[in-house]
């Protein structure tokens, strides 16, 4: 029985994806909802399982194609085996198999696509290590070693001095631009056009929330099933009480209306090996210091496997965005619209302060706020740093509202 294999249904925001991995070949053995190709969107990559055990007979849509919503992208026999492809397998990859002699107790296990890469490189099998299930080596394997093939010295007499790059060489890689790059240029490309964007700047002094840190960080660990303390859960209360005050900062702006937002939707911004990405921590004004940074870790890790739902990162009414954690000392952070504002956290720095006349060394933070000033006014810019600056200096006033 053939199953249709289609890419996910994308929600209104995404119109299309691209066909990023197909993590099986042709005549490969599938197990249910083991995982078959992934679609990379302009926000997230979304995974197509498979429905049943069976054997993937054909690939419609290759790496690199341009997908639709529920568009066909391969089909799966569930009738067959890996061991007897059906007739409708790609023929080279299926002649390899019926030709192919069993392996013998000890020897490699290969798979189709991944013994003719073998067979034409003349490679050793034997030499390469699988990473598919029961150590089966796959086409990406394979791949892998005649890459490594290709880098080694053409001689294995070359002198040891001799370099594998002619002196004044100058070497290029050109690799595409992935969709979420490219929509993320988009972006900030729009909101520069768009926005009467400024910047306004204040500093925090990181004593008081460090020295709390320090004094509860064991407690709360304990207490919290393994949440660390950031500093990242005081910015987003310290964020959420600011709006409250200056909602005009949670606003956006939609054709000729104004739309004021009666909740605090806090997006994080993440750094990911694919871009930046920004989950959102919903309702962040009725979640705790601990829900805040077990949530954002969620997410974080979310981000660096490439797991993060379009859900997650849909919506928004602020940004945060810490560049502190890479050594970034001053920024002027881009607004992601349609919102109106975005904070930009920095390096935690000594320097000395004037403080009731004496010279002090004290951590600061600068802390910059870009907004956009078609709704957003410097007063109320000024105001919503100077409310973050208060609360972070003293985080007593969270807890009294005051």
């Known amino acids: ?12 925001s ?12 042709v005549g490969e053995a599938v197990k249910r909802d ?19 055990d069976g054997v993937l007979t054909e690939i419609v849509a290759a790496e690199g194609e341009t997908v639709l919503s529920s568009q066909l992208l391969g089909r799966l026999d569930t009738s067959a085996t890996a061991t007897a492809a059906p007739a409708a397998a790609a023929p080279a990859e299926t002649a390899a198999s019926e030709e192919a002699p069993a392996p013998a107790a000890g020897e490699p296990i290969l798979s189709p696509a991944a013994r003719k890469i073998v067979e034409e490189n003349a490679l050793n099998a034997a030499s390469i290590q699988g990473t598919g299930k029961d150590g089966r080596i796959t086409k990406e394997d394979a ?32 690799v595409p631009m992935t969709r979420l790059r490219k929509r993320v240029a ?16 204040n500093e925090v002094n990181m004593k008081p929330i460090m020295e709390l840190r320090s004094k509860y960080k064991d407690l709360f660990e304990k207490t919290h099933n393994g949440v660390r303390l950031g500093f990242m859960s005081f910015f987003v209360k310290a964020a959420v009480e600011a709006l409250k005050r200056q909602p005009g900062v949670n606003a956006s702006i ?31 004004e009725f979640m705790s210091l601990a829900e805040v940074e077990g949530t954002i870790r969620e ?25 502190g954690v890479f050594g970034s000392l001053l920024s002027t952070p881009i607004v992601n619209p349609p919102q109106t504002a975005i904070l930009g956290m920095h390096k935690i720095q000594e320097r000395p302060m004037a403080v009731n006349g004496q010279v002090e060394i004290l951590p600061m933070m600068y802390l910059a706020l870009s907004y956009d000033h078609r709704l957003i ?11 973050m600056k208060d609360l972070l200096e003293d985080p007593a006033r969270m807890l009294l509202d005051i």
């Not at 010295?153 to 001095?161: E, L, Q, S, Y």
């Not at 056009?193 to 400024?198: D, R």
């Open 254 to 284: 939609d054709g000729d209306d104004i739309v004021y937002h009666g909740y605090q939707d806090i997006g994080v911004a993440v750094s990911s090996e694919r871009g930046l990405v920004v989950p959102v921590l919903r309702n962040a």
């Open 186 to 201: 988009e972006r900030l490309v729009e909101a520069q056009s768009s926005m009467a964007m400024l910047t306004t700047f």
């Open 34 to 52: 083991e995982l078959i190709v992934d679609i990379e969107t302009d926000k997230v990559v979304l995974e197509v399982l498979a429905e049943a």
């Open 143 to 174: 791949l892998a070693a005649v890459a490594n093939k290709s880098a080694a010295p053409a001689a294995a007499t070359a002198p040891a001095v001799e370099p594998l790059v002619a002196e004044g060489d100058r070497i290029e890689k050109r």
């Open 377 to 387: 006014d410097g007063k109320e810019a000024v105001t919503f740093l100077v409310t």
């Open 14 to 25: 995404v119109a299309d994806g691209t066909v990023a991995t197909w993590h099986k070949q």
């Open 1 to 12: 029985m053939a199953i249709e294999i289609k890419a996910p249904a994308f929600p209104e």
């Open 299 to 323: 997410l974080g890790m979310k981000a660096q496997e490439g797991k993060l739902t379009i859900e997650e990162m849909t919506g928004g009414t602020f940004t945060i965005s810490n560049g």
